[in-house]
């Protein structure tokens, strides 16, 4: 079975990333649609980690698993 993962990575003040994931992401998502949002955290301080906040979109991908029991 196979499950996805929108994977979004910030940078941070001082130059630490911090990565962000949500599950099943929808179809049809878009990098634009993404970095939007993001950029709208990043603009209303929305989200701190530590003391840092972040300052600008690193990386957006899909992650795709495959997960297979053993018999």
Do not use: F, H, W
């Not at 940078?11 to 939007?36: F, H, I, N, Q, R």
């Not at 301080?45 to 297979?68: D, H, L, M, N, R």
């Amino acid at each position: 079975m196979a499950t996805q993962k929108l994977r979004m990575t910030l940078g941070l003040e001082g130059g630490k990333a911090y990565t962000m994931s949500l599950a099943d992401p929808k179809d049809g998502l878009t990098k634009a649609e993404v970095t939007s949002c993001l950029q709208n955290v990043i603009d209303k301080k929305a989200i701190i980690v530590g003391t840092a906040y972040p300052v600008s979109v690193k990386e957006i991908v899909v992650q795709t698993v495959e997960t297979q029991a053993l018999a």
